[in-house]
């Protein structure tokens, strides 16, 4: 157990809906990154907060928006869903920033299915 | 950008056989960094190497940095079942005041019993 936790574990929906994936990091982390996984491929990052703020954007579609809350939690919202957004989108946090990058905690993931 | 390319992609061995992952960075790294995904789980952090040539032992994994810091090398010897996963390799990647973690594709190793 990574300490950090996300929900739900698993989601279906239609194409053309809106989701919101959740993520709590371990306690006292201050940065997130969400990380995106398809079939057969390695880890897509996606969006990176640190303490509410966001801090490193990587291949994140317009379609899709994140935020850190106050209480650090975070969540990744996903609209006008494609079929080829079916992935597995996890999130990741890591310690307050140092040189060099410290090592990232990944949550048990989110299994998206678009149908 | 920098690119982290990892080979091989797959690597199929029979229980007791040794096995390597390569890790190669376009620009030199600051560090390296190894994860392991079991299959169905997220992935876990193994390692940090952070100077040029140095090697790092976990039991019966060894991981190296070469000397330019431009790739790295996770040799598991006489590999077991419970090797099975897939090993990537991320180097940090500068973005403004931040940095960012670039993964590698992973090598995805299966074990025959």
């Known amino acids: 157990d990574s300490g950090v936790t996300q929900t739900p574990k698993h989601l279906i929906t239609a194409t053309g809906q809106r989701v919101t994936l959740r993520c709590s990091p371990r306690?006292?982390?201050?940065?997130v990154y969400w990380y995106q996984q398809s079939l057969d491929q390695g880890l897509q990052f996606l969006i990176q907060?640190?303490?509410?703020?966001?801090?490193a954007k990587g291949n994140i579609l317009e379609r899709f928006s994140a935020q850190q809350f106050p209480d650090l939690h975070s969540e990744l919202n996903l609209s006008s869903l494609e079929l080829g957004d079916s992935a597995l989108y996890f999130c990741?946090?890591?310690?307050?920033?140092?040189?060099?990058?410290?090592?990232?905690?990944f949550g048990p993931g989110t299994r998206l299915t678009v149908l | 950008g920098q690119q982290v390319m990892q080979i091989p992609q797959y690597q199929h061995v029979q229980e007791g056989e040794d096995f390597t992952t390569y890790c190669n960075s376009s620009?030199?790294?600051?560090?390296i960094q190894w994860y392991k995904q079991r299959p169905g789980g997220h992935p876990v952090f193994l390692i940090q190497?952070?100077?040029?040539?140095e090697v790092k032992k976990q039991k019966r994994l060894t991981f190296q940095f070469g000397e330019a810091k431009k790739n790295s090398s996770l040799h598991i010897t006489a590999t077991q079942t419970t090797d099975v996963g897939t090993y990537f390799c991320?180097?940090?990647?500068?973005?403004?005041?931040?940095?960012?973690?670039?993964f590698g594709k992973g090598t995805k190793l299966t074990v025959n019993p």
């Open positions: 991320a180097g940090p990647r500068r973005q403004g005041g931040s940095e960012k973690l670039v």
């Open positions: 190497l952070v100077k040029s040539g």
């Open positions: 990741a946090s890591s310690a307050p920033e140092g040189w060099p990058a410290n090592e990232q905690f």
């Open positions: 907060y640190y303490n509410g703020e966001e801090r």
């Open positions: 620009t030199t790294l600051s560090n």
């Open positions: 306690s006292g982390d201050l940065s």
